[in-house]
């Protein structure tokens, strides 16, 4: 029987590599960016060259209006959903210090990051209690869940958000048979990491990360594949880093 994942920010970096890993895995994939499809026809190529079946919706998920349209276009398609991968996040626009950062760029990131994340998962969450097959939901946090950055503190604040959502769901929906996962990437090479591309290749040349290498989206797909894939049935509200180590404290 097909099953039908829901992938935010599917269209470029982490989110399209956790695109086609589902696809390739037998899901049918609703695939979420902000904008029209057309501006997207080198990504998604991928998916219509290999006959794969998908949908693309456009959608900003910090938009309620939006987040509805998502889930409505994904159920009247596919009349289901079986997986929710919250995978769509920003950075701020500008690294400011802590003690300079604008309430704007805070309510930026934690509009996208946090409250999107929460009020999409509500409606998903909504809709799998419904269904007679459940689901599982993955959010896509990262390492700043825990690591402080004092020039992104907005960032950090809502990865920190996004792990506490996984567990409030995980700990909600266990009653519905509806399991929840986070995946923590560490540093992926992608448009996110491109403006501190040399300050994280330095990193690794200092060996900073266990695993002396940049993680590529494909690392952190195969997290969410893994997840996604059933294999943690009496497992719920739990995170796996994706970080090359980076979580190891040293001495
Ligand atoms: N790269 C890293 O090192 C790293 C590390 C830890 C965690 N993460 C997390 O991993 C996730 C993916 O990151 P990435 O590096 O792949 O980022 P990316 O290359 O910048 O891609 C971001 C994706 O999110 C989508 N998006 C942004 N705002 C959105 C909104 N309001 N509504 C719907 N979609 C939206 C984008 O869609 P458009 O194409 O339409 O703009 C794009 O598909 C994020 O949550 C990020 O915080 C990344």
Wanted: charge should be negative.
């Amino acid at each position: 029987m097909t099953r039908t994942a829901i992938v935010t920010g599917g269209t470029r970096g982490i989110g399209l590599a956790i695109a086609k890993q589902l696809s390739e895995d037998g899901f049918s994939v609703v695939i979420v960016g902000t904008r029209e499809k057309e501006a997207y026809a080198e990504q998604l190529k991928w998916f219509d060259e290999n006959e794969r079946d998908y949908l693309y919706v456009t959608g900003d998920i910090s938009n309620k209006e939006d987040r509805i349209h998502i889930v409505k276009m994904s159920v009247s398609h596919y009349g289901k959903i079986n997986l929710l991968v919250n995978n769509a996040g920003v950075a701020p626009k500008v690294r400011a210090d802590l003690l300079t950062m604008s309430e704007e760029s805070f309510d930026y990131v934690l509009g996208i990051n946090l409250r999107g994340n929460m009020f999409l998962t509500q409606l998903v969450a909504n809709q799998m209690t419904q269904q007679e097959e459940k689901g599982i939901i993955i959010n896509v946090s990262s390492c700043s869940a825990e690591v402080s950055s004092v020039n992104r503190g907005e960032y950090c604040v809502s990865k920190a958000g996004v792990s506490m959502l996984t567990k409030l769901y995980a700990d909600r929906l266990s009653s519905e048979g509806i399991l929840v996962y986070e995946v923590r990437p560490g540093v992926i090479l992608t448009d996110m990491t491109s403006t501190v591309q040399s300050k994280y290749e330095k990193m690794i040349e200092d060996g900073v990360f266990p695993i002396r290498r940049w993680g590529v989206p494909e690392d952190v797909a195969l997290a969410v594949s893994a997840f996604a894939g059933g294999k943690f049935p009496y497992t719920t509200g739990n995170y796996i880093d994706v970080d090359g180590g980076f979580h190891i404290k040293r001495l």
